[in-house]
């Protein structure tokens, strides 16, 4: 089943109209994971851990690889003639690159990065939109998506990737070529494992306490089943590990995160996830309605985040439907 990244993109744009410059974005972003990855493997030799002693528009503290990996992001997405515009987690504005190209890139250059100095899994997130750069529309609905994907620098370096129909994955092989290792993922529809951070369990709501609750009590709750608990603390760890076996991630809205509506950015970590995993046959919703439709006020918007196999999710929704 391998097949270069480059091979299965051309036959993409072949065989299923998928548009060429486009995909030139998408190698441009994965030429950007497969440097940053080698530049991860061998940071705390390069003295690269640690804090990089500024704070990003979000008030969190940098840390050297935050800003390293969005450096990288830049130098790649500037050689790409069709990218005019660059949003980033690390960069209060939008960045208005030289290109009058017609695609916009947001990313998340490096998420999970609190456990950077741990050796734990991290990642790369992208979502590719069109704009008019003459007069770009920054704040466009998930549902406009082009294309969304991520890297998870992991034991293996993955890069997951979606045009819309299908969810597919490339392992970045020791020449530094993504190979396709996974064709067309599913996500299970049923699933006995959930990922949410406990420790935030007294600003939960209703709808949120309800449904842990009734995990917790596994086969002896209306459940009627076993449940195990999985944080990773990078979502995308998470996320690629429910895209692999199934499962439910939750961030969801609660009485202390309320004021900035969330914890996780809409435009660059939950419309990509939510795409990928709906391509992949799973649900995404803010427990009030689709993230995908969700229309974004501000580049660096919040939103709650409740994403996986459908059942679960399904679940979580009725619990909202019942909480006013
Ligand atoms: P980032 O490192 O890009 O700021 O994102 C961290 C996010 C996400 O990766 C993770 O799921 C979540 O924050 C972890 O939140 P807690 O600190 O509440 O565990
Ligand atoms: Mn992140
Ligand atoms: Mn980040």
Redesign the pocket.
Known sequence: MSQPLAHWLAAAVANNGLDLNLSGVIETIAAACAELSGILRLAPIAGQTGLAGHTNV?G?AQKQLDVISNDIFIKHLRRNADISILVS?ELDEALHLENQGRFMVAC?P?????NLDTNVT?GSIFSVLAVDPANPDLLQPGTRQLAAGYAAYGPATSLVLTFGPSTVCFTLDDTGTWQLSHDALVVPASSGEYAI?T??ERFWDAATTDYVTQNVAGETGPAGKRYNMR??????A?IHRILMRGGI?L?PLDSENLKTGG??RLLY?ANPMAMLIEAAGGSATTGRGRILEVQPDDIHQRVAVIVGSKDEVERVNALYARQP
């Open positions: 979000q969190e987690e998340d490096l998420d999970g990065s609190s991290v951070n420790a935030r944080w990773v603390g990078s979502m995308v998470d991630f961030y914890r996780l970590e």
